[in-house]
């Protein structure tokens, strides 16, 4: 089989401007995650913000790629309309999308969802605790029942997207909220998951167990063969009717 | 329009058996119900374990309820097999089914499940926050986006229900659980909701948030007007085919 | 209870341009419907593609619409971009969205959906037999099991939309096609039904069992109460943690 | 990775007392399902109603299953109800379980639906067209949009199942019917496919497109490792309390 041709997208500006996101990743998240995820099966390319005045998704980038990683915090405004929608495009057609953390609010994401994608939220060093709820999902193989993040900027509900295909993960925050954390999705023939865990503050990416939900996602969310469903869609009837 | 029969049907040995349960519930979990949902659109009944030998729940009062709630805790295995058969196949012909706590291990429940429903549980005055992740279903109208119960008995993930039609609510516990404690199924034309509070050592029934739940859930969970589908269901075709 | 203001938009072209659909709709779509739906509760006025600028559909007129109803087909390229934006917009803070018939490629729809929403199609005068799949569900509540419309324009699978909350209907053609032609979304705290039937060369909209359709449909979309589950999104704790 | 162990229960009966049926499966449906599904990642075995008192399925059998396949049709009253719970609970337990054709009223899967499960019928050779719609899932891969099957049992919507997770196929009827004829379940952590093709009077199993999908579900249903989530389910909080 074909090895899945990995990208991961990084905003790439915390780690470069804070002193606590470099600290947690000196080379930048998509270096971190590149490293983690490693595996024979998997071709691992990263892009981010300032890579070229595409952001690194050129349309010859985003054909070549199986499943896109996205990380973006602050700076979701500076990526381009364009580029965002190409993006959106290939998911349609089938490329896997994993948005990471505050990809909830990133210009793809929302574009794929057409809802708000609101959450509350807080920083304030709360302990989480990630519960699987789905345990024969694809994506919860090897993961515990629940494991823990000492501490991760808290995600709550109201949580406005759509109603999830699947719902994957609840998280447990110590401040009193609950999240749907771990969500899948599709649209057009793209899976696309989405999970909580890594604000740039805290090393949660560091951690065995997102590692090992984020390796699983890359292997369900791997496409389909490429079909064309409409392919001829104005077609003539498929059963010769009565007196015609 | 007819007023909606509800039988609020209660197991009825904690609140006589136990002292902390009796003060909480002096004349019994269904009674503290009854009066707390007493509506003009209702007509509510009440019911228990050992009301007669049938637990109150003969093939005549079921026929003339529109929606059975279902407490119960101590006593599952004490409810005869062919009562809680009965509620089951009433439940599948439309009549509505709330389940309230610990009745994920009712009889009747897990017949129309067809799971086991288990769950991880704690008695240790766990705070418990219910949130709401569904604002604009029927059943969470005038119920705030979250609630607190001061104490609760800790039911958590892992809960093995069928994937639910909905999700309604998450609650969180002090302890570090989440639970999907809000859910809806659908088994033949009947709709049925899990709702988590509950436990009878504690007064959940006395807070107004929970009581307002449980008043929608009633009006959610109404049967539709009754359609045998099957009926005449070896039909001939519906649509004449070319040269028979 | 307040009346539901309903707007029933309409792309109104082929009811002035083309003879067969002017003899189907003289007055329009949009008239056809807003006598057919006539009823206490409701509320209803009209707009169309060149009622104004803004196609009839200004802030203010949306801000006091409750539920949408959206019939376009051959012009999806003439409505504004912006105004197409805002009604996704308002339909994600609660207003009812119904779209009809070829409304599946209109822009706000697809705004909403985030997914291409493609079909298969074929005017060839197929009988249709519309096919209830979800009994209990205010949409089909006085809708016989399956109704019949002589001649539709066929609208099969595959379907590239998002996962639908519920089905509700399958329509069968005549030609061998199948097709999910009813089905429910949320977006934001909005609700979505999109319903096959009303090519405009076809008398649809006169059937009584597409006009009860309809009718739900608006009933069931109508807006939860406003709240803003956001507003204080960046609040305190609302548990005190430990030691803080 | 080991072999997937797949044990193909039939009830063998129409094969043998009927000329038609065994005209279509000379030694029975089990056996041309055995050799059509031969793959190496396979080890496949066969049991039946009269094979032995237990109908072929002792603990021993079950417990080193890990999909199974049910064919029923004329004779579900004559399975033991004891040997009906135990793959009921063998599925909960993760084993995936494949209900074939007029399974949809086996006791099985009745026992892990909760849900009347009927359908309409009709003997008639209709034509029957099966509609791919979720082009993504892992048990549509390699079977095209749409198949023939050139006469088929006739099994038509109102299906009284509970909400399927995911709706795979939608089957067409010449005679004007459409069905829900291919849906996932979850019960337990056991995957659970119903797949509506393969009256006994018809060849259907020797359609190739019928068996790829039959053989997709089988590596879809496999189980995922055993994991007991409710051991210790009575746990000390994992999360200290303040003050506790």
């Known amino acids: 089989m074909a090895k899945i041709r990995v990208t991961i997208w990084n905003e790439f500006d ?12 000196p080379e930048g998240i998509h270096e971190c ?9 998997l071709e691992i390319a990263t892009a981010w913000l300032e890579k070229d005045e595409e952001h690194g998704l050129s349309q010859e980038v985003l054909a070549n790629t199986d499943v896109l990683l996205w990380w973006g915090h602050g700076r979701h405004g500076d990526v381009r309309d364009d580029v965002a929608a190409r993006v959106a495009a290939r998911v349609q057609q089938g490329m896997g999308f994993i948005a990471l953390h505050s990809a909830h609010h990133s210009k793809p994401f929302r574009l794929l969802m057409g809802s708000p994608c609101d959450v509350r939220w807080r920083e304030n060093d709360d ?16 993961v515990p029942l629940y494991f823990f993040l000492e501490k991760e900027e808290m995600y709550g509900e109201y949580f406005s997207i759509p109603t999830p295909d699947e719902l994957i993960f609840i998280s447990w925050f110590e401040g009193g909220n609950a999240f749907r954390s771990g969500c899948t999705f599709t649209r057009g023939i793209g899976k696309i998951f989405y999970f909580q865990p890594g604000h740039e503050m805290y090393p949660s990416y560091h951690n065995k167990d997102v590692q090992k939900v984020i390796a699983n996602a890359i292997r369900w969310a791997r ?6 469903f409409q392919a001829g869609a104005k077609m003539a009837p498929v059963v010769e009717k009565a007196g015609k």
Do not use: F, M, S
């Open 127 to 142: 302990k989480c605790v990630v519960w699987n709820v789905n345990a024969g999902h694809p994506i919860t193989q090897g």
């Open 33 to 41: 995650l590149a490293k983690a995820l490693k595996a024979d099966d």
């Open 14 to 25: 915390h780690e470069i401007n804070n002193e606590r996101a470099k600290a947690n990743y």
């Open 223 to 228: 496409p389909a063969p490429e079909r064309d």
